[in-house]
């Protein structure tokens, strides 16, 4: 029996995809928290917490995009196509995001109220993007001879806009919690509090998906409320609730600090872990699968042998720079 090279890629693109979600969404999830408080002080250590590895975050955005243009050219064609406005908005607000997390620091008092708006839409307008594409590779694309038949605007639909909101929540959710591990009072209580309310947004957006997916797509539906796989699957919700109200506690409890992120990370593996059973294994829902989007058992070889390189050596510095930087930021100290 020969190695499923197609099989692999997908494992390394959802890989790529999660860290992504896991690394660059904490710090998205800042961008958005900004508007909770008005302090500067409190506002250069959300900022400082991230500092020193929020643009490698970013690696693994180009990962996972390289991987999918590479490994599933038909796939990648298909959804940029189809998805060419909010992927330009996304890129847009990463830009803006970025930008104004670099002039932040280096403008006048006068100048630097602009950088903060420019930071807050930035980071929203990424995040609601990103949101959208998930809802839009949800709902899936017509596909005819191996090109995008659809529309520049089918991904705009009550559901996506909702995936779009429900993106924002959980985000804001990974950045409360990580100025909880990262910050001290002040701030952190204020973090904890807003964690709560966030996670009881998140809890509503994760039930209203889950209904909202198997009601729209007779195959999520069958996939997840079918036996056996009802059994098989059964555990994902259960540990939804059993991480939500662990998650509750430790947040109530001063003396937690890091495993209120631990368990939200948990929270997010799991809802990702649910989108991706719901469209398995079709890389471009409903109709493409993973193997008939592949590029030729060659090129992904090819392409294996560099990523099998490239991804232990993004782990170790990605490892070294949050042990390096690991601990409490305090006022008046970090990047400027």
């Given at each position: 029996m020969g190695i499923d090279l197609s099989v692999i890629w997908f494992v390394i693109i959802v890989f790529a995809t999660l860290m992504y979600i896991v690394m660059d969404g904490f710090d998205l999830g800042i961008g958005v928290l900004f508007p909770l408080t008005q302090d500067?002080?409190?506002?250069?250590?959300?900022?400082?917490?991230?500092?020193?590895?929020?643009?490698?975050?970013?690696?693994?955005?180009?990962?996972?995009?390289?991987?999918?243009?590479?490994?599933?050219?038909?796939?990648?064609?298909?959804?940029?196509?189809?998805?060419?406005?909010?992927?330009?908005?996304?890129?847009?607000?990463?830009?803006?995001?970025?930008?104004?997390?670099?002039?932040?620091?280096?403008?006048?008092?006068?100048?630097?109220?602009?950088?903060?708006?420019?930071?807050?839409?930035?980071?929203?307008?990424?995040?609601?993007?990103?949101?959208?594409v998930v809802g839009a590779v949800l709902n899936g694309f017509p596909v005819t001879d191996r090109t995008y038949s659809g529309g520049p605007f089918d991904w705009l639909t009550p559901f996506t806009l909702f995936c779009g909101?429900?993106?924002?929540?959980?985000?804001?959710?990974?950045?409360?919690?990580?100025?909880v591990?990262?910050?001290?009072?002040?701030?952190?209580?204020?973090?904890?509090?807003?964690?709560?309310?966030?996670?009881?947004?998140?809890?509503?957006?994760?039930?209203?998906?889950s209904l909202w997916t198997p009601l729209a797509h007779n195959a999520i539906a069958a996939r997840w409320?079918?036996?056996?796989?009802?059994?098989?699957?059964?555990?994902?919700?259960?540990?939804?609730?059993?991480?939500?109200?662990?998650?509750w506690r430790v947040l109530a409890n001063p003396a937690h600090h890091t495993s209120p992120f631990l368990l939200t990370l948990g929270l997010i593996f799991l809802g990702f872990s649910g989108l991706d059973?719901?469209?398995?294994?079709?890389?471009?829902?409903?109709d493409i699968t993973l193997w008939q989007a592949a590029a030729p058992p060659q090129s992904q070889g090819f392409m294996l042998i560099g990523a099998l390189l490239i991804i232990p050596i993004t782990l170790v510095y990605t490892f070294w720079s949050y042990y390096v930087f690991r601990g409490k930021v305090q006022h008046g100290e970090g990047y400027h």
């Amino acid at each position: 029996m020969g190695i499923d090279l197609s099989v692999i890629w997908f494992v390394i693109i959802v890989f790529a995809t999660l860290m992504y979600i896991v690394m660059d969404g904490f710090d998205l999830g800042i961008g958005v928290l900004f508007p909770l408080t008005q302090d500067p002080a409190d506002r250069d250590v959300m900022v400082n917490s991230v500092a020193p590895v929020w643009d490698g975050n970013e690696t693994w955005l180009v990962l996972g995009g390289a991987g999918l243009f590479g490994a599933f050219p038909l796939a990648y064609a298909v959804i940029v196509d189809a998805l060419t406005i909010p992927l330009t908005l996304m890129l847009i607000g990463l830009i803006f995001r970025g930008v104004a997390f670099e002039f932040r620091f280096k403008a006048t008092p006068s100048h630097r109220p602009f950088w903060d708006k420019a930071f807050i839409g930035g980071s929203l307008l990424a995040t609601f993007s990103q949101g959208v594409v998930v809802g839009a590779v949800l709902n899936g694309f017509p596909v005819t001879d191996r090109t995008y038949s659809g529309g520049p605007f089918d991904w705009l639909t009550p559901f996506t806009l909702f995936c779009g909101v429900g993106l924002v929540v959980a985000y804001a959710l990974l950045g409360a919690t990580w100025l909880v591990m990262k910050s001290e009072n002040p701030l952190q209580a204020k973090m904890r509090i807003a964690a709560k309310k966030l996670l009881l947004a998140l809890l509503a957006v994760i039930v209203i998906i889950s209904l909202w997916t198997p009601l729209a797509h007779n195959a999520i539906a069958a996939r997840w409320f079918s036996l056996p796989n009802l059994c098989f699957l059964a555990p994902v919700p259960l540990l939804v609730v059993a991480l939500s109200v662990w998650l509750w506690r430790v947040l109530a409890n001063p003396a937690h600090h890091t495993s209120p992120f631990l368990l939200t990370l948990g929270l997010i593996f799991l809802g990702f872990s649910g989108l991706d059973i719901s469209i398995w294994p079709h890389l471009i829902p409903p109709d493409i699968t993973l193997w008939q989007a592949a590029a030729p058992p060659q090129s992904q070889g090819f392409m294996l042998i560099g990523a099998l390189l490239i991804i232990p050596i993004t782990l170790v510095y990605t490892f070294w720079s949050y042990y390096v930087f690991r601990g409490k930021v305090q006022h008046g100290e970090g990047y400027h």
